[in-house]
C-alpha cells in the first residue's frame, strides 16, 4: 500500500513539473498558397530537465524538430531527435536556429489565423507528456525576432 501511495505520489509530481512548463511568444510563419512547409517558433521553460521530443498539429502532415547550423560556411537545416530543455532555462525556437518545421502542409497557413500544436515532452524518467498550445499566424515576412512591431 505505500509503495503504490509513494508511486502515486511521483507521477503526480512529474504532472505538476510538466504542467508549470511555460511556453511564450508561440507563433507560425504564414505561407504563400501550394507552399507545402512553414516554421513554428516559441520559447520553452521548463522547471525541471525536459526534452521536447514530437511534436503535433493537424495543419501538417509531418512536424519535425530541426536545427540550423554553419557547417564549413554553410548553413544547413536538419531535423533532431529533441531538444534539451535543461531545468530553468529558456529555450529559444527561432529563425535561424532551433525550430519547428511544419512540412506537407494540407493547405494555406494564413496571417491572423491560429494554428493547434501539440508539444510531446519527456521528464528524465522517460515519461512522456503532451501540452497543446495556440499559436497566432505572423506575416510572411516577419523577422528573425518574430516581431511584426514596425
Excluded at 57 to 68: D, F, K, L, R, S
Excluded at 101 to 110: A, P
Aim: overall charge positive.
Amino acid at each position: 500500500m505505500k509503495r503504490l501511495l509513494f508511486a502515486s505520489l511521483v507521477v503526480a509530481a512529474a504532472s505538476a513539473a510538466f504542467a508549470q512548463l511555460t511556453v511564450k511568444e508561440p507563433w507560425v510563419r504564414a505561407t504563400v498558397p501550394q507552399q507545402m512547409a512553414t516554421g513554428a517558433f516559441m520559447q520553452i521553460t521548463s522547471p525541471t530537465d525536459t526534452r521536447l521530443v514530437e511534436v503535433r498539429t493537424p495543419v501538417a502532415g509531418v512536424a519535425e524538430i530541426h536545427e540550423m547550423a554553419m557547417e564549413k560556411d554553410v548553413m544547413k537545416m536538419r531535423a533532431v531527435a529533441g531538444l534539451a530543455l535543461p531545468a530553468g532555462k529558456t529555450a529559444e525556437l527561432e529563425p535561424g536556429g532551433y525550430h519547428v518545421m511544419l512540412l506537407g502542409l494540407k493547405g494555406q497557413v494564413k496571417e491572423g489565423e491560429t494554428v493547434p500544436v501539440t508539444l510531446v515532452l519527456e521528464g528524465k524518467d522517460g515519461k512522456r507528456e503532451t501540452i497543446e498550445i495556440k499559436a497566432p499566424v505572423r506575416p510572411l515576412a516577419t523577422p528573425a525576432g518574430g516581431s511584426t512591431k514596425k
